[in-house]
């Protein structure tokens, strides 16, 4: 009971602050944003960031997975190779 009214405590909280420092946050540097004021060489620019990071987003992270997977299957054959083993089941 305690940590549910705490949850809905903190909850309550927190969306007042949101609500309440959310037109300061516009208000500053004219709603400009922390890069500035923007042109065109600046949109293409973040276009081609983006058309270059996430292609390599996804390579990295196949690759991860290809060597948490290669892990896996190595892991799986050893226990397997060590169960098979007469020498390890135990009994008389």
């Known amino acids: 009971m305690l940590r549910t009214r ?3 405590t903190l909850f309550c909280l927190a969306a007042l602050a949101s609500l309440v420092l ?3 946050a516009s208000a500053h540097n004219d709603g ?3 890069y ?3 042109n065109e060489l600046a949109v293409t620019d973040a276009g ?3 058309i270059i990071f996430f ?3 996804v390579f990295t992270m196949s690759m991860i997975q290809r060597h948490l997977d290669k892990r896996k299957e190595a892991r799986k054959a050893a226990q397997k190779a060590y169960l098979s083993n007469g ?3 135990g009994g008389w």
């Open 6 to 8: 705490l949850l809905a």
């Open 22 to 24: 959310a037109p300061v």
């Open 32 to 34: 400009r944003g922390f």
């Open 36 to 38: 500035g004021a923007t």
């Open 48 to 50: 081609f960031a983006l």
């Open 55 to 57: 292609p390599l987003f």
């Open 87 to 89: 020498q390890w089941r």
